[in-house]
């Protein structure tokens, strides 16, 4: 007993004094998405690092948009080595915490802060998003189908980044297709996500690509619901791959594929720079198709051999600079 004890705390010495920690939006650490995504990037430097969860690496989950502020602010008090938050709507905040504590390293990812203390990581997801919108184009035509969808969280530039990736996709391979659109005004209420998905695929929607957080829940939920009944639909995810998420039937999924946004590799990168004394604040980091920071899952089930390497042939016209994709409807 006296040796194992002994041990764990000659363990506990050798773990590294540094402490990293996030802070959620309203969509919660398990949203399945982007706050998740982000937390697992922290996860995995902590583990390498041999931190300690809850200790050298946590998180503070924001209940509504009042909470960032403080949450942001208590990380701050603590001292950490490095606070994250995910979102544009965290601008406000992380710029107000920020400057209060100019001593402190901050990450916001999907916006950009001016400030030295800030490192801002933000994605080209209009390049993302045309390759899915290419996969849902031509498994809508191969299937005899005219229409996909496009369903948002909240009417902001960032938003309509995939939206008109998306169509740009859709438009490349499919120029007849119909696209739907809607706003749903919330990223975190699968209910209106779910209403919106019944009211797409009830005009037609074949496929649809949801760019809404936890509301895109709601999508996946429909998408699930019918293809079960035998009426089948697809949703495609966002962020992270969602396959697992559209599980039915034991072994089926309604997710055809997913616009990943590795968030994930962006707070690792950010948090691995700090620790290693190379906190690079004030830059800009850019997570494109070129260095691999926006694309699909490795694995794609629900989609044809033909159909993935359309979207590698695509993908790779885009990272090369042949194809420029707009970045607004």
Not at 187 to 192: E, N
Request: charged letters at 25%.
């Amino acid at each position: 007993m006296v040796s194992c004890s002994g041990k764990k705390q000659q363990e506990a010495s050798n773990a590294p004094d540094f402490k990293v920690g996030l802070v959620t939006d309203v969509g919660g650490i398990d949203d399945r998405s982007f706050n998740q995504g982000t937390w697992e990037g922290i996860v995995r430097f902590g583990k390498e690092l041999g931190l300690k969860e809850g200790v050298g690496y946590k998180y503070l989950q924001s209940s509504s948009e009042a909470d960032y502020v403080p949450n942001l602010s208590t990380f701050a008090d603590e001292g950490l080595d490095l606070i994250a938050a995910p979102g544009f709507l965290f601008t406000d905040a992380m710029t107000q915490v920020a400057q209060q504590n100019p001593d402190k390293h901050f990450l916001i990812i999907d916006t950009f802060v001016e400030l030295p203390n800030v490192v801002s990581a933000v994605f080209a997801e209009h390049e993302g998003s045309f390759l899915v919108g290419v996969a849902a184009a031509l498994k809508a035509k191969a299937d005899g189908k005219d229409t996909v969808g496009f369903i948002g969280g909240m009417k902001f530039p960032l938003i309509e980044k995939f939206e008109a990736g998306y169509t740009a996709g859709v438009k490349a391979v499919y120029p007849e297709c119909n696209i739907l659109v809607d706003y749903a005004g919330d990223f975190a209420a699968p209910d209106k996500g779910q209403a919106l998905a019944i009211k797409q695929y009830n005009a037609g929607a074949y496929v649809i690509f949801h760019a809404a957080g936890a509301t895109g829940n709601g999508l996946i939920k429909e998408a699930k619901e019918r293809s079960k009944k035998g009426d089948i639909v697809w949703a495609i995810g966002v962020d992270k791959d969602q396959y697992q998420d559209g599980i039915y039937d034991g072994d089926k999924s309604a997710i055809l594929t997913s616009m990943v946004k590795r968030v994930d590799i962006a707070a690792y990168s950010v948090a691995k720079m700090a620790y290693e004394g190379k906190f690079p604040g004030g830059k800009v980091l850019v997570f494109s198709l070129k260095n691999k920071g926006v694309g699909i899952p490795e694995n794609n089930p629900n989609l044809s051999t033909d159909i993935v390497n359309t979207i590698k042939d695509y993908a790779a016209k885009i990272a090369s600079g042949e194809i420029v994709v707009p970045d607004k409807p």
